[in-house]
């Protein structure tokens, strides 16, 4: 018989991977933005990505419905307990697409919209890493209720991871600029990312030793057979592909340098989903008893099957079309 919830988890999995990684690199450069003072260059970085930011986004939507169609008591009970943050996140993405907007048409009041679209990036990506630190701590259920408080998602922990989503996001942001543009702002993207990517090695170094030391059941599953010989490795590719960023930025190679940081982000997503399996609602609810019945997972997955290719082609499809370097000058999305 197949295992409907199998299939489900990969879906949401490499749906919120998707979203991360094209997400990322978007919400990176209102990260960014404090680093340069030119209206021009800012207007450049943000052609990078106007013609398919909003596109985006859609990868976040997917995951949650597919969480609400396949597993609604994870859908009900991680909102419970992260419903601020979460909704903090949905107002300040909200803050920064009204910005993304009404910057290109303004005039006297544009740098107060550069300020709105820096602080709804920051804001927004700093949520997003509260959010997964909270969901690794765990979250308090009784017999499938949440019985936690309003404030347990917020620690110091989920605030280190928090900052850590920032910084990851900033280092995507710098390789897509590097890869999309170039001359003076290039080199400042050459010269900012050596330091992101050192900040960045040092706070996956930094999770990678507290979260075992601090969730001894995280340790178990980490340091207990086989799960040990999946996990081995990350920690050596990890370093592998930090020193290909550094060599490649040396060569001002201009594409590496974002590739190479994609593969840092798939193999932190791979660890965080070692850390937590076979758990949907740490340190408790397994997939298995939060799935919804077979026929609801059914149904949901013949219209998952139908709308995600079109997804994939569109998606493809815009990036694609808009290939292109974007320079100074160019007759972009303003």
């Known amino acids: 018989m197949i295992d409907l919830s199998m299939i489900w988890i990969v879906i949401i999995a490499v749906g919120v991977l998707i979203y991360v990684i094209l997400d990322g690199f978007d919400l990176g450069i209102g990260i960014l933005f404090p680093f340069i003072s030119s209206a021009e260059e800012r207007d450049v970085m943000m052609n990078t990505v106007a013609p398919v930011w909003d596109g985006n986004e859609t990868w976040m939507v997917l995951g949650g419905a597919g969480l609400f169609a396949a597993f609604p008591l994870v859908y009900s009970t991680v909102l419970s307990a992260l419903y601020m943050p979460i909704i903090l996140m949905v107002v300040a993405l909200i803050f920064r697409g009204v910005?993304?907007?009404?910057?290109?048409?303004?005039?006297?009041?544009?740098?107060?919209?550069?300020?709105a679209?820096?602080?709804?990036?920051?804001?927004?990506?700093?949520?997003?890493?509260?959010?997964?630190?909270?969901?690794?701590?765990?979250?308090?259920?009784t017999n499938g209720i949440y019985t936690g408080g309003g404030l347990d998602w917020l620690t110091p922990f989920s605030l280190f991871t928090g900052l850590g989503v920032v910084i990851l996001y900033a280092t995507l942001g710098c390789g897509?600029?590097?890869?999309?543009?170039?001359?003076?702002?290039?080199?400042?993207?050459?010269?900012?990312?050596?330091?992101l990517t050192v900040c960045l090695f040092i706070l996956f170094g930094a999770v990678s030793l507290y979260t075992p030391l601090a969730h001894a059941e995280i340790a178990e599953r980490w340091f207990s057979t086989p799960n040990l010989y999946y996990f081995s490795p990350v920690p050596v590719l990890v370093a592998l592909f930090t020193f290909l960023i550094f060599r490649a930025l040396k060569q001002r190679q201009e594409f590496a340098p974002f590739i190479y940081t994609l593969v840092l982000v798939v193999l932190a997503y791979t660890g965080f989903l070692i850390s937590l399996w076979p758990y949907i609602i740490p340190p408790s609810v397994t997939i298995w008893q939060a799935a919804a019945p077979q026929s609801s997972q059914m149904f949901a997955l013949i219209g998952a099957l139908v709308l995600i290719p079109i997804i994939l082609f569109y998606t493809g499809l815009s990036y694609w079309v808009f290939r292109d370097k974007v320079r100074v000058g160019d007759r972009g999305y303003h």
């Open 176 to 195: 897509w600029l590097i890869f999309k543009t170039d001359h003076e702002l290039q080199d400042r993207m050459f010269k900012l990312m050596p330091k």
């Open 117 to 141: 679209f820096i602080g709804g990036s920051m804001v927004s990506s700093f949520l997003q890493g509260v959010i997964l630190g909270a969901y690794i701590q765990g979250i308090k259920t």
């Open 99 to 115: 910005a993304f907007e009404f910057r290109f048409k303004a005039k006297r009041t544009k740098h107060l919209w550069d300020k």
